[in-house]
């Protein structure tokens, strides 16, 4: 049967006996190959990616996290663009005009496919964390924080992951 995927967010369940029932998925997914089993019984041994993403997706839901599932090839919309990446359309519109996120043009309607917004994304945190680093270089160079070098080092961490240069979830 094929269907379009569309991007799909899901929430980590919050009753106690669903988020059990993902800690047990967790655990036997922990086994190097899994199998599904269908309502009819139809039993399907699941490849070795699709087991990888599961694995994935089970542990970000462990972890609390909600889970976005979209082919990386998706066209979003310049509102669903900009909302993925946390800023406003015009924002977004201006990067588009700049060249610094390539798109496409359906009629007059501008799509921006899923990859190249995780390209940018990832960019862009690369140059915050060399910011962040080259300000923490200055930083230490002027003895700004001589004295408070531990304190100065949970900040830096603290703006790390503020600023999207954290572990992604």
């Given at each position: 049967m094929a269907t379009?995927?569309?991007a799909t967010t899901t929430l980590p369940p919050e009753d106690a006996p669903a988020r059990e029932s993902v800690h047990r998925l967790a655990a036997a997914l922990e086994q190097p190959t899994a199998k599904l089993v269908a309502p009819d019984g139809t039993t399907v041994e699941v490849p070795s990616p699709v087991h990888e993403i599961l694995v994935h997706v089970v542990e970000a839901m462990?972890?609390?996290?909600a889970i976005t599932v979209a082919p990386v090839?998706?066209?979003l919309t310049t509102s669903q663009a900009a909302e993925f990446l946390g800023i406003s359309r015009p924002t977004l519109v201006k990067l588009l005009d700049d060249e610094?996120?390539?798109y496409e043009r359906v009629t007059?309607?501008?799509r921006i496919r899923l990859d190249d917004l995780l390209r940018f994304r990832d960019l862009r945190r690369t140059e915050r964390r060399a910011s962040l680093d080259e300000l923490t270089r200055e930083a230490q160079a002027d003895g700004l924080y001589e004295d408070a070098a531990e304190e100065y080092a949970e900040a830096l961490r603290l703006a790390r992951r503020t600023s999207g240069g954290g572990p992604q979830g």
């Open positions: 379009a995927l569309l462990e972890a609390g996290h090839e998706q066209r610094r996120i390539p007059r309607h501008r």
